[in-house]
């Protein structure tokens, strides 16, 4: 294959680049946005595949790029997309497009999708009952002492007569949570407000969060919240588990890696989490992100720990296949340089866009309680479930 980037005058929304069916990492509108298929690569030959592209650079520091996801279940088989059209924008303000073997697709096509009503029902795949049953079973391993937390998640279904229009969920992501991580590959759509790892030169960063609360959109009862959520032992205990487990993952790569000694309160739009900062400097010869991306994910966040005995009690309990949901999302270039994202608040779409499913789930320790997991997990479904429904 052959690459050639050039500078791009025009400042266009990423969004309207990836549109229904392209490809869409961005936040806070720096990111990429893909057309078209130039490569279907398994994630062991990603690397080799990317230094092997013939490229010619004319903005300077520009790599080709593949982006995908890595699914939840470890060792599943998984493929990354080398897009044939690739826009780019850098916090610098740099605009790119590159194009492989001279792709000639269009960046932007016809009109933005306009606001229409369109029918929805919304039903439970997970049984309630299946759930919390699932949640106890969890919190008596933990209180066993068979494991420190296992995450348990349940599934929902949205379906209408017609099919999901993509670009347009797409753009109300963006309003809504636009701070976040919004994505778009092969049918699996979301805005993640958690960072995974991201890598750029020798620095390396990661933002794990865990510890949820619901906002109201009241101020004061969101600041109550959020002294309570800082409070709560039990999410504290949560949160922990994740912390201890990516810096142990990423210190044997880094020179140094520094922390926030406390966590702080990240904010999206229907909830608050308990989140930590990390960043640190890479040793050399420094790991290309997806060496990082497979070690860490799936994180406690997501699956639990120890890792093995959680994913272990997920598959007896949860009764469903995770798939895409909670593992990793993002891109890496060719010189191994890239951002990840934890998988969630995201909704996976049939092949006739007719349905979607989406999933959300809730860190389960010693003194979870069920229907208060539940409620976690309704709070955290509004967020694809407004992006969809919503006119």
């Known amino acids: 294959m052959r690459a050639h980037t050039t500078p791009l005058a025009d400042d266009i929304d990423l969004n309207d680049v990836a549109r229904g069916d392209g490809y869409l990492f961005v936040r806070d509108g720096v990111g990429i946005a893909g057309r078209g298929v130039a490569a279907r690569v398994p994630l062991s030959d990603v690397e080799a595949t990317l230094a092997g592209i013939e490229h010619v650079d004319d903005v300077g520091g520009v790599q080709p790029i593949a982006i995908g996801v890595v699914?939840?279940?470890?060792?599943?088989?998984?493929?990354?997309?080398?897009?044939?059209v690739v826009v780019g924008k850098a916090a610098d303000g740099r605009r790119w497009v590159t194009r492989i073997d001279g792709a000639d697709q269009p960046l932007i096509a016809g009109t933005r999708?306009?606001?229409?009503?369109q029918e929805f029902t919304v039903r439970p795949l997970t049984p309630?009952?299946?759930y919390l049953s699932a949640v106890a079973t969890a919190r008596d391993a933990v209180r066993a002492g068979e494991?420190?937390?296992?995450?348990?998640?349940?599934?929902?279904?949205?379906?209408?007569?017609?099919?999901?229009?993509?670009?347009a969920v797409l753009l109300r992501l963006k309003a809504m949570f636009g701070r976040s991580h919004r994505y778009s590959v092969d049918g699996f759509i979301g805005a993640s407000p958690e960072l995974l790892v991201e890598v750029r030169g020798s620095e390396v960063r990661s933002h794990p969060l865990a510890g949820t609360t619901p906002r109201t959109g009241d101020p004061d009862t969101d600041r109550l919240a959020a002294t309570e959520l800082l409070a709560s032992e039990k999410n504290q205990i949560e949160h922990r588990v994740v912390i201890d487990m990516i810096h142990d993952t990423l210190l044997p790569w880094?020179?140094?890696?520094?922390w926030e000694p406390e966590p702080s309160i990240v904010t999206v739009a229907n909830v608050q989490h308990l989140g930590t900062a990390m960043e640190g400097h890479l040793s050399d010869p420094r790991p290309n992100v997806l060496e990082l991306v497979t070690a860490l994910s799936p994180t406690p966040a997501l699956g639990g720990f120890p890792r093995a005995e959680a994913l272990a009690l997920i598959a007896r309990t949860e009764g469903f296949?995770?798939?895409r949901y909670g593992g990793a999302v993002g891109w890496v270039d060719a010189a191994g340089d890239g951002t990840w994202a934890v998988a969630i608040r995201c909704a996976e779409l049939s092949v006739d866009g007719r349905t979607a499913?989406?999933?959300?789930?809730g860190g389960i320790v010693a003194d979870s309680d069920p229907l208060s997991e539940l409620a976690e997990t309704q709070a955290k479904l509004q967020a694809m479930l407004a992006a969809i429904v919503r006119p």
Do not use: M, N, Q, W
């Open 321 to 323: 296949t995770r798939g």
């Open 254 to 258: 880094c020179s140094y890696l520094d």
């Open 147 to 167: 494991l420190t937390k296992a995450v348990i998640a349940r599934e929902v279904l949205v379906a209408s007569p017609e099919p999901i229009d993509v670009h």
């Open 128 to 130: 309630v009952d299946r």
């Open 357 to 361: 499913r989406l999933v959300a789930g």
């Open 113 to 117: 999708p306009a606001p229409r009503a």
């Open 71 to 84: 699914p939840f279940e470890p060792g599943t088989p998984c493929e990354l997309v080398i897009p044939a």
